[in-house]
């Protein structure tokens, strides 16, 4: 509710940081996307949360759904955090699992390994063809 509001709150996100690494394995795959997403909207720096987040994330990732893939891609992709082999994973769980993807996960995620520098040429090759079985989904 902070993030969305656009409310740092930055005791509370400090204590959050703090504290979830220890009971990330508490964490289910939302927990994981939607806590990085909320520090990434809200523009808090917390590289070392952020890496317990893609140590977490990457052994689960085939339970992330396709908005969660996508969240997380893109909380790390705002937040300016460098984690390539988590990317790959993302990559290579969202491949066969692209007709799950609305068309605000395909933006979000292509949108996010673009920012992050990440070159995952078969997921957007992948994403192209999909997105062009399904452009009547798209709208502005």
Same mark, same amino acid.
């Given at each position: 509710? &902070?993030?969305?509001?656009?409310?740092?709150?930055?005791?509370?996100?400090?204590?959050i940081a703090d504290a979830a690494p220890?009971? %990330?394995?508490?964490?289910?795959?939302?927990?994981?996307?939607?806590?990085? @997403?909320? &520090?990434?909207?809200?523009?808090?720096?917390?590289?070392?949360?952020?890496?317990?987040?893609?140590?977490?994330?990457?052994?689960? %990732?085939?339970?992330?759904?396709?908005?969660? %893939?996508?969240?997380?891609? @893109?909380?790390?992709?705002?937040?300016?955090?460098?984690?390539?082999?988590?990317?790959?994973?993302?990559?290579?769980?969202?491949?066969?699992? %692209?007709?799950?993807?609305?068309?605000?996960?395909?933006?979000?995620?292509? @949108?996010?390994?673009?920012?992050?520098?990440?070159?995952?040429?078969?997921? &957007?090759?992948?994403?192209?063809?999909?997105?062009?079985?399904?452009?009547?989904? &798209?709208?502005?």
């Amino acid at each position: 509710a &902070f993030a969305t509001a656009g409310v740092r709150a930055p005791k509370l996100f400090d204590a959050i940081a703090d504290a979830a690494p220890q009971r %990330l394995g508490e964490f289910n795959s939302q927990d994981i996307a939607n806590t990085a @997403w909320a &520090f990434a909207k809200v523009g808090v720096e917390a590289p070392e949360l952020f890496d317990a987040f893609a140590a977490a994330a990457h052994p689960q %990732l085939d339970r992330f759904n396709s908005q969660s %893939l996508a969240n997380t891609a @893109w909380a790390f992709a705002t937040a300016g955090v460098k984690a390539p082999k988590l990317f790959d994973a993302i990559a290579a769980t969202a491949l066969p699992r %692209l007709g799950e993807f609305n068309s605000q996960d395909f933006a979000n995620t292509t @949108w996010a390994f673009a920012t992050a520098s990440v070159r995952a040429l078969e997921l &957007f090759d992948a994403v192209v063809a999909a997105a062009l079985r399904r452009l009547g989904e &798209f709208n502005s």
